[in-house]
């Protein structure tokens, strides 16, 4: 009954149980233990190539660090205008970069496009102005819709050519890749990105998230800035094991399959509510969704918990569906939706 | 067998325990759920007083944060020299205040005395000088010692006098009340404490500490600093669920307890073993021991864990017990450092 | 016949003096000398109420070193797209403020209005969220148009109603003053300004501007800030002397008005050249005209300097009048533009 | 009369003129006019090799941004306890690097030895530890000292092996190579020198020092932290005719020179004073002169200025002659002094 987001979810239980399973003894601190290095070879494995990676335990930790890896201080990061490290992170990048500059652009459906990058790039070496550094996407995007490998190769080769590096903020990264069916390679380093923020807290991790350099060299400094920022945890072990037990027999993919699967079915059900209205296309588990006020009240007062977007009087509500979403919460949010809107229910009828 | 740390430690069992149970559906994210409003209620009664509590997962989150919250950019840190977060935190102070200043004392067996303090106090006022903001004490002490609380309230009083706020890195706060038999809040807010960092994690958690302000309207920035810094969970009630029970039944204490009187074993053993001396008292969970160069060597023969300090030729080495030590494991260790003496033993006389 | 800008200007001779006449013997150092507090006095006489005053060599420095005051490292400052401390400071907001974000604005001919910064102030006491802390105007604008008391007023009310600090960077503040005719204190703290970056350098001084607080108790920081940037002068005498020459006799309103008459001249003469199309209303000593691309070729050609805006294929030049801007470069620019632009000037030679 | 410091000082007559010299007319700002391109073509020559030159107006700027150039935020910079960068400059250090640690070494007469820091140098490539990153020697030193060409040699040969860079704080510079009578090119980048803070203001210019950068390529990040710090003077014109004048003719050597040989007559009498003992060897233009508290109380009410050294209690003065210090101010002091610890002065009586 709560679509209010994918963090209120809990643990999925096979990350609970990996966690009690890691809890056997004692291990050497701050990631020298057997699982970190088992998960540093997964991550290689899911990756097809050796990559870096560093567990931390918030995204906006993973954003915020990676971001300060390839961006100087005097740097601008471009991204989208609604990014979650734009308006969500209080100033996070801001900060680990020492002061960074984030120039937000204007974008369909959440998305960058190639081209508005480009006409936003200016003023390299001149030293009056900030010194443009990086790129950051969000996929799935904060409007739940993906980037094809094809348009994130695009943007990547605006970077290649103004030598910008390229992040991705994959909190939901998880979801794009069930929705895209395309391998986390290409979805990535085929394509171009040269960091990921690989997310699992909001897709059944308890606290986890991976920071993943497809360059190691890239990431020389990262494990300074994790240190130094307070994110290098003693007993690593447990944010390893978080991350284990996700990739393993792919219940990252299937979590999110699944949030994937109820967030299509919650679309095609509100194709039927009168005045229901889809802001951007579904294809991840969010749902951007104009209503009838009377509507939006009234799922409100059959307990159903979502906020209105991105005001208390929006006519905009989000739904948010998570690895643990019922289909039956679907179904019950559909059913308030359609007697709220005055559809009748010809089953009721007969 | 493992001395090294106690960070090599695995997770208490009630916490564990606590933990699964936090995972039952959904929850209000980034600390406005349950668990986490009962927990600041248990902080205020513990410490006899309102408090403004903030869960973290680091030490290193922890004492950074809380020393920006009391220290201007251009402040000085007065610390032991051997403190943590001068000696083990990369620069995370330095980071989070945006540039303060650590100014170290000597001090015998890891404490600071008031009158050493006072006498580096200086600069006041002047433009030149970074300016005199703040003290930290580590209770217990990087030497395995502890402040008495009438130790305590003399630095306060040099604080009060120059107008310094005072901090306490309690990363093994357990272990000093475990050891002095005094209250929580004798041993901070009366005796002139304004933010102790509350560390849990050495003493049988998976990660989690949680900042203290014994003057809530001190803390009105922190909040923002924490989320800034990455440090804010979206799952909160898994932080604030280790520290509930990290403080239930007094948890805590006795998990320190026998930390404590571990160490007090090894101590109480090691008289009897020649060439060991003691460095300083014994009066936490950590011992720092001079040993002959060959007992040294057998136990590491005999496989046992722990550091030569500070360095790898060190003759010294440091012992840390924990609240998993076993009792078995002490006279164990006793048994190896005397056979490698040459201590001949009754047992085999007979 | 140069108009690329008021910096490409030198020393107006009064200041020259003035610096000659400082270098008498031996002073005391860093701001302790009779010229500094002489300075100290007349800035309050100028602003008609007890000010903080603080020299400084650059205009970045101190809008940076101002912002930095009234902005925490998680705040807020709002100001106009165009504005310097966005556009031409190579991120020293961000740097002295500790990582501060710059939301900007649009608005027409380069002013920010009241109802639009309302409209931009959200997230207020929201820790995902940075927070709303400043704005700063800029007077007169980058546009070469000035804020009306009435409109300072307007912004003023929204800053008050939402406790934002307001700052105006006034590196042509005496170009405004001179154009609006009312008094610096009806521009400034009467208006509601908590602190004014005072420029004199691109109006006749070396390299001295002065950061005036009207809450003296507001700048308590700032002397840290100052010196901790490397802004505090040994030689102090040298910038306060600067300033002295600048205010006396009303220097700096006398070369800001003459600057100003310039401009007026140059857009009256622009109107008889066809195709020429002012893009905004002048109202201090900056013009941006729209040209026809030959004419611009041909003021090249003979020899005027000045810039296309934005970008070196623009259509739009600017020009910059200065406190030594010759009549006669203004007459012989205007004459150009009108022969290129097919003019005959038969008619007044008969 | 004021022996104070050498910025008490005015600035040398070659240089006023210098500075009206440079009043003729518009010129490209921001350091694209021709003053500024001669001075890096002359500091070029005067040290034997190309050199990256960039002016600015104070030493602490000078050498914060040096040391930012060399030192990562999580860096450790190694000097002398007593340096002005870690004692002077309000934190300036670590507000340039973004947070990096000074570790601050002992050293007889305000030099630190090459055995000395190699045994401080630890922790490299450990993420608990800030890492060691950069040197900064004071040449001449607080004490008033030189380092000899051989030790800045075996200071640069430790800072090889640990790959760390070598910056000298030449606040004093002239001075130092007027007294080794050795070129700028060997006490500096032939003995292993990366960068030096060049300083001219302290004597005889009126706020200009030069940041020189032996390895133009190790230079790429400096004009961006210039300016981003505010820096970056836009009639820059003005900065780099000081430091042209200062060079030219040797102007620096011999104003130097000037001051060395005052102190070192002041050096010489004080051998003729009672109870007066020069702490450390006078060479350069600094003197700290344990003196009888009758004599420092009988030299004041003579009227001359100079610091107790470094309270106010303290029975040891500072002395700084200039390039201004008349030899009869130095003879007058001498005669107080004597005439104050009772020394007949039987020519002139008999």
């Known amino acids: 009954m709560n679509f209010s987001s994918d963090n209120v979810t809990g643990v999925a239980p096979e990350i609970i149980a990996a966690l009690a399973a890691a809890n056997a003894g004692a291990m050497a601190s701050y990631g020298a233990d057997a699982v970190t290095e088992r998960l540093a070879r997964r991550f290689s494995e899911v990756f097809e190539r050796e990559v870096a990676v560093f567990p931390?335990?918030?995204?906006?930790?993973?954003?915020?660090?990676?971001?300060?890896?390839?961006?100087?201080?005097?740097?601008?990061?471009?991204?989208?205008?609604?990014a979650h490290f734009q308006v969500d992170e209080c100033g996070a990048p801001e900060f680990y970069t020492g002061g960074a500059?984030?120039?937000?652009?204007?974008?369909?459906?959440?998305?960058?496009?190639?081209?508005?990058?480009?006409?936003?790039?200016?003023?390299?070496?001149?030293?009056?102005?900030?010194?443009?550094?990086?790129?950051?996407?969000t996929q799935s995007s904060e409007a739940g819709t993906v980037y094809q490998a094809a348009e994130i190769e695009a943007i990547a080769e605006v970077c290649r050519r103004h030598k910008l590096a390229l992040h991705v903020d994959g909190s939901r990264f998880a979801n794009a890749v069930a929705s895209l069916n395309r391998s986390p390679a290409d979805l990535t380093w085929r394509a171009g990105v040269d960091a990921l923020s690989f997310g699992a807290t909001k897709n059944g991790a308890m606290a986890a998230e991976a920071v993943v350099f497809f360059d190691p060299a890239k990431a020389a400094d990262f494990a300074y800035r994790r240190k130094r920022g307070g994110h290098l945890f003693s007993k690593m072990r447990f944010l390893s094991a978080q991350l284990e037990a996700y990739l393993?027999?792919?219940?990252?993919?299937?979590?999110?399959?699944?949030?994937?699967?109820?967030?299509?079915?919650?679309?095609?059900?509100?194709?039927?509510?009168?005045?229901?209205?889809?802001?951007?296309?579904?294809?991840?588990?969010?749902?951007?969704?104009?209503?009838?006020?009377?509507?939006?009240?009234?799922?409100?007062?059959?307990?159903?918990?979502?906020?209105?977007?991105?005001?208390?009087?929006?006519?905009?509500?989000?739904?948010?569906?998570?690895?643990?979403?019922?289909?039956?919460?679907?179904?019950?949010?559909?059913?308030?939706?359609?007697?709220?809107?005055?559809?009748?229910?010809?089953?009721?009828?007969?």
């Open 248 to 350: 393993a027999g792919d219940l990252w993919l299937r979590n999110a399959g699944h949030a994937n699967r109820m967030a299509a079915r919650l679309a095609e059900g509100l194709a039927a509510v009168p005045g229901a209205r889809l802001q951007h296309p579904v294809e991840a588990n969010e749902l951007f969704v104009e209503m009838p006020d009377p509507v939006i009240r009234g799922l409100y007062a059959d307990g159903f918990q979502f906020y209105r977007w991105d005001n208390e009087e929006s006519a905009v509500i989000r739904l948010v569906t998570a690895f643990d979403t019922e289909p039956s919460a679907v179904e019950a949010f559909l059913a308030s939706a359609r007697r709220h809107a005055g559809v009748s229910t010809g089953a009721r009828r007969s």
């Open 101 to 137: 500059k984030l120039r937000m652009l204007d974008g369909a459906h959440g998305k960058i496009a190639a081209a508005d990058l480009e006409a936003a790039i200016m003023g390299r070496g001149v030293v009056h102005h900030a010194q443009p550094a990086s790129v950051s996407l």
């Open 56 to 82: 931390v335990a918030t995204g906006t930790a993973a954003n915020a660090l990676a971001l300060a890896t390839l961006t100087p201080p005097w740097g601008i990061v471009y991204g989208h205008r609604d």
